[in-house]
């Protein structure tokens, strides 16, 4: 098992332009969620989904939009990239929602 | 509202050493999740412990043991004999369940990073 892929690792935008970070598990989970690590905040929920087809705003879902369309991708759209939006993201799924969650690798990302 | 206080923002002690990592949960649930994640510098993020709040027994792992204490709302973490290798950001979360769409977000701490040195 490849477990939850992300790509790209590194991703530099300028300001405005948008651009989707992808994700992919090949555990069957139904849930699966996308979180922001800035320093000294620890992780921060954006988004997550129960199953294909729902999809719910985590903490700071704004600027970002996503899409389950099935049970292994989760992509997340940055629709107009903002310097605040510079930050490592990370994707992570899980069996049950109280179980835990496996983490890809992350994405950093720069908004110049 | 949920928290999760991570009040030790660095820790260095020389290898060999014992070191405790601090965490103190707040949450108006009965029933929560508590977890150790740890971040080495590679960056991934690897899933150590999850607890849940009937379950107060301490565990050992190896080298390292957790403390889960409710009376004072912590869930402290020790590693024993500390080697370099364990070098590395460590996160406790607390597991909050959301009530619209039957999700349980991880809320984080802060995190400890730790620098074993040789």
């Known amino acids: 098992n490849a477990g939850v892929t992300q790509t790209p690792k590194f991703q530099v935008l300028k300001t405005g332009q948008s651009m989707t970070l992808q994700c992919a598990q090949d555990?069957?989970?139904?849930?699966m969620s996308w979180y922001r690590q800035d320093p000294g905040m620890g992780l921060r929920l954006i988004h997550y989904?129960?199953?294909?087809?729902?999809?719910d705003q985590g903490e700071v879902p704004n600027g970002y939009n996503v899409s389950r369309s099935t049970t292994e991708d989760f992509p997340l759209r940055l629709l107009s990239a903002a310097p605040s939006q510079t930050s490592v993201y990370f994707c992570a799924s899980s069996y049950s929602p109280v179980l835990e969650q496996f983490f890809g690798p992350g994405t950093r990302l720069t908004v110049l | 509202a949920q928290k999760v206080t991570q009040a030790q923002t660095e820790i260095s002690v020389v290898e060999k050493e014992d070191v405790t990592l601090d965490c103190v949960y707040e949450?108006?649930?009965?029933?929560?999740?508590l977890f150790w994640y740890k971040q080495p510098p590679s960056g991934e993020l690897v899933f150590l412990i999850r607890r849940n709040s009937f379950d107060e027994q301490n565990e050992i792992s190896g080298r390292y043991s957790w403390n889960f204490q409710k009376s004072t709302s912590s869930f402290n973490f020790t590693i024993t004999a500390s080697q370099v290798v364990d070098s590395a950001v460590y996160f406790c979360a607390l597991s909050e369940a959301l009530f619209s769409g039957g999700y349980n977000k991880l809320i984080f701490g802060a995190g400890t990073r730790l620098a074993v040195h040789p």
């Open positions: 555990m069957n989970h139904e849930y």
């Open positions: 989904s129960v199953g294909a087809g729902i999809t």
């Open positions: 949450t108006r649930d009965t029933t929560y999740y």
